[in-house]
């Protein structure tokens, strides 16, 4: 029999050229317009509508076609009745023999399995054989390392050695039963066939095409670089000659290209520098609009950068241009596999207050319940946990939601009670075969209301079907799993698993550079073509050493690299129009281009007079009128919306910036508190008002006490308030030695006080008063003064002192009662009244307790009283609030982002 080779030029002709090749070959093995005895194998079935119009439109007339499918295709019915082990059950027996040998750390184990599975594949998709013996494998690595008498070596040797072998013994991998069935696929072939390949040489299918070339005659079409011609072609080709080897130096190169030449690969090949995400996105989208605009329809993403290629397709949807996208997304990213973890999470962590405020709030749950009452319900248990400062831990809010009065509690106590229920099934026992944690999972995501909404979801349609087909491949399996290290492996399944959207029909599609291999479009774009994306695959980790690799007979990184970069100069050349674009800055640091690009940057320098890029589309976001204001932010409140309720710190936000009060207290967009992890320092000064109040209530004089009763009073107090905290958290303890230093320093300087003649009057008092601002209208002042102290001296009886515990040292809050722009305790004194003598911070922090007191507060109070009135009356009357905050002001600002202060002309300082 025949074996015949012919090469193509990869450019947009290399079907045609390639559908006469094969009428040629039909015609010479005398069976001219009928295809149909031959078998024609392509490396990708996205190839077929393209070839098979070649074939028709070069044949001129009618034809009967050959059959057509890729390797797994048409070996598939062999495959199936060998009945390989599937992926997931091959790589849970590696991990249980792992296990049993105890080699490794039980964390690492599934990391290990990965690596071995992929080595094992690509060993066998290569037909390379390990050494007969261990001793033999080692000296390879030995060899490869440069290394001798090495432990570590000897350890790697001895565990693929040994799991190599047990893995040949019983069924087949998928990767060895697809080689067993192309053998029989080979051996009953009775007609022609064709092979195209994606590349200049065959590699895994070497041996497949001499053995078939043995009983029929056979076609091998290939890709070589060499024979393109053109401006575009001459360009690649300095930049990143074929042979590598045989190269000149990339100047020499460079001197042979005219200028001629660099303009007319200038009017196919276009490179964009955007220096930030967004930039990368809106330029890739602005490009294929401007394409769709020239009358262009096939038109190719190739996203090297995921997550700029989502950007630019959620642009693209704004525009109503729809995007086909054949890569696929990580499964972990759906908002199915959102909910899953998210339920897992509150399983792992006692339902962590975080985890499960995003379970509840999940739009796929409770489909039973209706969404505003589930709404409510899920606001109400977020309440109660930032009110009473709950963590985690499920049964603890439940036992404090039966306590609780409000709207939404009765139906957060059903969500809490079906969450309940759901994790009695999940966690029925510590440990179970995997296909059982699995049956778990979807009967609790039933119980919790979720299969509806998930079948009804196109990921979670395909997401369910992952699940039903893992659980009948791993049903034998009895190997035992804790939810922790069953947790490990699910999450690596997820990862590993693709969902595709298949409802777009798009000619705008989105796909990977090897998926690219020979085919033709209008237009191209490699987004991300930066050093980190655009990268050949990295070797898994016992074969990062390239001598290792060569050592095995496998490709090395050298060869990935050539391969990738043959993919990238066949895509530009096939197609008519073509843009690599990069993101160059990231976090305020330049990124370079890719390797490719540097060099064809370089090559286009050293031949045309600059090595920049042919066009650099960077947008000034401050100049762009989709996203930047042009006039401060300086709303006005109608009347009916001006409060009527103002406390301290509603006046300080009014001084500190009038935008900042209006999104807060008129538009009610001061979010809840955070619950903290652990105590901070405004927790830490929350427990000292705590802790204050009940010894003064306990002891409002110091007088008839001596030291040691009051400071041990003071300790125990101290105890039990901060026990809680450090019970939770005990990293928090040094709060509270932190204030146990304290405790002497305060029952001195309260006692200094006393003598002083004052005496502990109230605390936590709350105050209100009836503010007329005239017209009618009238505001009502609210406040909690933290303590009251009377006067019992001759000269100052009857007067209030007002104070104000700070967790602070005594040196900035004295700096801070000095501002005059600082309004808590002139606030204080105005709701207060007449008689207050004094008012003023306590500093309980830093190395000196004392007060850090406010002038006249009497006369600061009526000043106050005047700002208040004409600052309300100036708001009913339409005065305007604009964001005028000082740099301090906005430093820490949570509405920084809503007035975007900065990015107006002129506007402030800058970020």
């Not at 993101?583 to 540097?598: G, K, M």
């Not at 109230?762 to 009238?778: D, F, I, M, P, Y």
């Amino acid at each position: 029999m025949t074996l015949v080779t012919r090469s193509i030029a990869p450019d947009e002709g290399f079907l045609q050229v390639a559908a006469r090749e094969i009428l040629a070959f039909a015609g010479a093995q005398e069976r001219p317009g009928d295809l149909s005895a031959a078998g024609l194998l392509l490396p990708n079935l996205k190839l077929l509508p393209a070839l098979n119009l070649a074939l028709r439109t070069a044949a001129g007339g009618a034809l009967l076609l050959p059959r057509t499918n890729t390797l797994s295709g048409l070996v598939a019915p062999w495959q199936g009745a060998l009945e390989a082990l599937p992926d997931a059950r091959r790589q849970l027996i590696l991990h249980t023999l792992l296990r049993g040998r105890e080699w490794f750390d039980e964390g690492m184990l599934w990391d290990v399995v990965a690596e071995l599975t992929q080595l094992f594949d690509t060993l066998t998709e290569h037909a390379v054989a390990l050494p007969d013996d261990e001793a033999e494998l080692l000296a390879r690595l030995e060899t490869a390392f440069a290394l001798k008498h090495s432990q570590a070596l000897a350890f790697e040797a001895r565990v693929v050695n040994t799991l190599w072998r047990a893995e040949a013994q019983g069924k087949p991998s998928n990767a060895a039963a697809r080689l067993l069935a192309a053998g029989n696929w080979v051996a009953q072939l009775d007609g022609p066939l064709i092979v195209m390949l994606e590349s200049a040489e065959p590699g895994p299918l070497r041996h497949l095409i001499e053995v078939a070339s043995a009983r029929v005659p056979v076609l091998v079409l290939r890709p070589d670089r060499q024979l393109a011609g053109g401006a575009l072609a001459q360009l690649l080709d300095c930049a990143w000659p074929v042979a590598v080897e045989d190269a000149l130096p990339v100047r020499d190169r460079a001197a042979t290209l005219s200028p001629q030449t660099v303009l007319a690969a200038g009017e196919r090949l276009q490179m964009v520098a955007a220096e930030s995400l967004e930039d990368l996105g809106q330029a890739v989208a602005d490009q294929v609009l401007a394409w769709l605009r020239e009358g262009r329809r096939e038109i190719a993403l190739v996203a090297c950068d995921r997550l700029a290629a989502r950007r630019a397709r959620a642009l693209l949807e704004r525009q109503h241009v729809l995007v086909q996208d054949e890569t696929g997304w990580k499964m972990v990213t759906t908002r199915v596999a959102a909910v899953v973890d998210a339920w897992l999470e509150v399983l792992a962590t006692d339902a962590w207050h975080r985890a499960l405020i995003d379970l509840l709030r999940a739009p796929l749950l409770f489909a039973d319940i209706d969404p505003l009452v589930r709404g409510r319900a899920a606001d109400a248990i977020d309440r109660l946990i930032r009110q009473r400062n709950i963590a985690s831990g499920l049964d603890v809010l439940r036992q404090a939601l039966s306590s609780a009065e409000g709207g939404g509690v009765e139906a957060a106590k059903l969500l809490l009670d079906r969450l309940a229920e759901a994790r009695v099934l999940m966690m029925s026992s510590s440990s179970a075969t995997i296909a059982e944690w699995l049956r778990r999972l979807l009967k609790s995501l039933e119980l919790l209301g979720a299969l509806p909404h998930i079948q009804q979801d196109a990921a979670g349609e395909q997401w369910l079907g992952w699940l039903e087909m893992r659980q009948a491949e791993l049903a034998q399996d009895e190997a035992r799993f804790r939810f922790p290290a069953w947790r490990v492996w699910f999450n690596r399944q997820m990862e590993a698993q693709l969902f595709r959207d298949e409802r777009i029909d798009s000619p705008i599609i989105m796909t990977h550079l090897a998926a690219a291999r020979l085919r033709s479009f209008e237009a191209v774009i490699v987004i991300g073509a930066d050093t980190e994306h655009l990268a050949p695959p990295t070797a898994p980790g016992w074969l990062t050493h390239a001598g290792v690799r060569r050592e095995l007979g496998l490709p090395d990184a050298s060869a990935e690299r050539q391969r990738m970069r043959e993919d990238l100069a066949g895509l530009l050349l096939a197609s008519d129009r073509s843009v690599i674009a990069w993101q160059s800055l990231r976090r305020d640091e330049e990124v370079l281009p890719a390797t490719e690009v540097s060099v064809l940057l370089a090559a286009l320098g050293l031949a045309g007079g600059s090595d920049r890029p042919l066009a650099v589309r960077s947008r000034d976001p401050k100049a762009s009128p989709d996203i930047a204001p042009t006039v401060q932010a300086a709303p006005c409140v109608p009347p009916a919306r001006v409060p009527v309720r103002l406390s301290a710190s509603g006046m300080q936000t009014l001084v500190d910036c009038p935008y900042r009060y209006f999104a807060r207290y008129v538009l009610g967009l001061a979010g809840l508190d955070e619950l903290g992890e652990g105590m901070e320092k405004q927790d830490f000064g929350t427990q000292l008002h705590a802790i204050l109040h009940t010894f003064h209530t306990r002891f409002p004089s110091l007088a008839g006490h001596d030291d040691t009763e009051l400071l041990a009073a003071l300790d125990a107090i101290s105890e039990t308030a901060f026990g809680d905290a450090v019970g939770r958290n005990f990293q928090d303890h040094a709060w509270r030695l932190r204030w146990r230093q304290q405790l002497a320093d305060y029952l001195a300087w309260q006692r200094g006080r006393e003598l002083d003649g004052w005496r502990w009057r109230a605390g936590e008092k709350v105050l209100t008063q009836e503010h007329e601002l005239g017209a009618n209208r009238s505001l009502l002042l609210q406040g909690r003064i933290d303590r009251m102290d009377e006067g019992r001296s001759d000269a100052g009886a009857g007067t209030l002192a007002l104070l104000d515990y700070k967790s602070r040292a005594l040196k900035p809050l004295r700096d801070q009662v000095a501002d005059t722009d600082d309004v808590q305790l002139a606030f204080y004194a105005l709701l207060a009244g007449t008689h207050v003598a004094s008012a003023a911070y306590v500093a309980l922090d830093g190395e000196e307790l004392g007060i850090a007191e406010l002038a006249e507060p009497e006369e600061r109070a009526g000043q106050l009283h005047d700002v208040i009135t004409r600052s309300f009356n100036a708001m009913y009357d339409g005065a305007a609030l604009p964001a005028q905050g000082t740099e301090r002001a906005c430093a820490w600002c949570e509405m920084r982002g809503l007035c975007r202060k900065e990015w107006v002309s002129g506007g402030g300082h800058e970020r």
